[in-house]
């Protein structure tokens, strides 16, 4: 069910006759505006005030919070920092009811505030008060998709530096005991610099996450906290996260790679990242390349990639689907980051440019003693960067009985296009040869 706020003269009987007609299955609410934070081009003044703002809206929070109805997830589309306050003070209004009631039947929150041009003001509001502390208690998936920084240019966004600053300095502000009891977490960063105190300091009272996504959008993590970051570098167990069975991290690039392998997960299964930035895939602009040498300074360290695939070096690694996206490989480096993936079952590397000798890495795992790789059981090569052989891949599957499915991609036809692929599912890829 979408509600948008911008309807006129939305009560909260319309609202709840709307929603009856569901019947007592548990529902999905989302919640959007397209008038607030928007400027009326007649007189240049905001088009939502106190009195306007559709998120402050009392017939939306007693159906949010004292509904006879149970909501499954949802989705608040907050344009601005203002309007969310607004929306908690409407919730503040309708008050707390012992029992049971709708506010308290979410399981699912997520928050997308990406079109923000400024952060909550913290003096006003005490510096304990922490933006997302609203959120029902009962939810145990979180997503939440922070703003990118304004473009300079921009002179609708003449708070650019005080957004830019807040979001370094808390631009996670979920209470711990909410984190506490998260099992699905979803962070979506969209700013060229990354505050990794604050993702690592959320992730520490994250221990019961099952589930955890990250796009990093090719932002850099940085330790803008001076020296936050040195407890878990001096403590070798980082941050640990025990019941983690899924990790997804998007636009990741290379020098991430060194803070990242704080975060341990002994009992990982499925683990995807992609490298550089998604949809374009061009080999001089959005591809990490990975080498064992320490003395390359153009390459990003193999060894450390290998650690943070590992999980947790104190345990035998427990990952069974492993599927690298976006990178290139010097001689050495794949076959270090998967030889010691005991467990590994299922094997996809897509867009993944092998360079030089590196093509012999597969050989090397024939070579291997004790056979690395035992249970693996499907290996996909899809849209390899070039089309020459790979020495002995064939000897290895076929040995093995291991389900290869391989694809060349063809750079020639794709340069005469415009050297972009949209990542939507099915998207005319299909010239591309598979066998
Ligand atoms: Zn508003």
């Given at each position: 069910m979408w509600v948008k706020a911008d309807i006129q003269g939305l009560t909260y009987e319309s609202l709840l006759a709307w929603v009856n007609r569901g019947g007592s299955m548990p529902k999905n609410l989302e919640i959007s505006s397209s008038v607030c934070g928007r400027i009326d081009r007649n007189n240049g003044r905001l088009l939502c005030n106190r009195n306007t703002c559709r998120f402050y809206n009392p017939a939306l929070t007693r159906l949010l919070k004292h509904a006879p109805a149970e909501?499954?997830?949802?989705?608040?589309?907050?344009?601005?920092?203002?309007?969310?306050?607004?929306?908690?003070d409407s919730l503040n209004e309708a008050g707390h009811r012992t029992g049971s009631n709708s506010w308290n039947s979410v399981h699912s929150f997520q928050m997308i505030a990406s079109t923000w041009n400024g952060w909550i003001d913290r003096e006003a509001r005490g510096h304990s008060w922490k933006a997302f502390s609203f959120l029902p208690g009962s939810i145990t998936s979180f997503s939440l998709h922070l703003p990118g920084y304004p473009d300079d240019n921009d002179n609708d966004h003449a708070d650019s530096d005080s957004l830019i600053d807040a979001q370094i300095k808390w631009p996670l502000q979920i209470p711990a005991e909410l984190l506490h009891g998260l099992t699905n977490l979803q962070l979506h960063f969209d700013s060229p610099s990354i505050p990794a105190s604050a993702v690592f300091t959320a992730l520490q009272h994250s221990e019961n996450l099952e589930a955890l996504e990250i796009d990093l959008s090719s932002g850099v993590f940085n330790d803008h906290m001076h020296g936050a970051l040195m407890p878990l570098y001096s403590n070798r167990n980082g941050v640990s996260l025990p019941k983690l069975r899924r990790l997804h991290l998007g636009q990741v690039i290379g020098e991430?790679?060194?803070?990242?392998?704080?975060?341990?997960?002994?009992?990982l299964v499925d683990l995807f990242m992609s490298f550089g930035v998604d949809g374009f895939v061009d080999e001089s602009e959005g591809c990490e390349t990975f080498s064992l040498d320490s003395d390359d300074t153009v390459s990003f360290d193999a060894s450390a990639l290998a650690n943070f695939i590992h999980g947790d070096p104190t345990s035998p690694s427990s990952l069974q689907h492993l599927h690298i996206k976006g990178a290139s490989f010097l001689p050495g480096a794949?076959?270090?980051i998967i030889r010691e993936l005991h467990s590994l079952a299922h094997l996809k590397l897509e867009w993944v440019s092998l360079v030089g000798d590196a093509k012999h890495d597969f050989a090397k795992l024939i070579e291997d003693k004790p056979t690395p790789l035992q249970g693996l059981r499907t290996l996909e090569i899809t849209r390899l960067k070039e089309s020459a052989e790979i020495p002995l891949l064939r000897a290895f599957t076929e040995a093995r009985g291991i389900d290869l499915?391989?694809?060349?991609?063809?750079?020639?036809?794709?340069?005469?296009?415009?050297?972009?692929?949209l990542y939507l599912a099915g998207i005319g890829l299909d010239s591309e040869d598979e066998y």
């Open positions: 909501w499954r997830s949802v989705v608040l589309n907050c344009p601005t920092p203002t309007c969310l306050i607004r929306f908690i991430s790679i060194q803070d990242l392998k704080l975060i341990k997960f002994p009992n794949l076959h270090h499915k391989l694809s060349v991609h063809d750079r020639e036809e794709w340069e005469k296009g415009d050297k972009r692929y």
